[in-house]
């Protein structure tokens, strides 16, 4: 079995920072692309940050300059550093990553079960 845990959500003031972690575990071959998307509530979950196996990086524009997604290969760990929070930035942060498992030849979307981020004076 496969598993993502992410860690590191909190409450955090505007203009503070959080750091967001999520490990993979469990029977894994490969890990391909990571990422991270964020739901607000009423809102669509949405793409905040991806990082390739080579280390390509995209961001959606709203965190642009302000968070940083950075991965380690070695202990299958991907972070994401968010600096000059906003109150819009408050939901739910999704771990997410495209896993080849032992055993099998295609690739799995996996998901973790999301850590609360909160913005708020």
């Known amino acids: 079995q496969v598993q993502l845990v992410e860690s590191g959500g909190g409450v955090v003031q505007p203009g503070g920072s959080l750091r967001l972690s999520c490990v993979a575990s469990?029977?894994?071959?490969?890990?391909?692309?990571m990422g991270w998307y964020r739901q607000a509530p009423g809102k669509q979950r949405e793409l905040v940050a991806g990082?390739?196996?080579?280390?390509?990086?995209n961001y959606a524009d709203s965190v642009k300059g302000r968070f940083a997604i950075s991965r380690d290969n070695a202990k299958n760990l991907v972070y994401l550093q968010m600096n000059s929070l906003k109150p819009e930035d408050t939901a739910v942060y999704y771990c997410n990553a495209d896993i080849r498992p032992l055993g099998l030849f295609r690739n799995d979307d996996f998901w973790g079960r999301g850590t609360q981020v909160t913005v708020s004076a």
């Open positions: 469990g029977s894994i071959f490969t890990i391909n692309a």
């Open positions: 990082i390739n196996s080579n280390g390509r990086t």
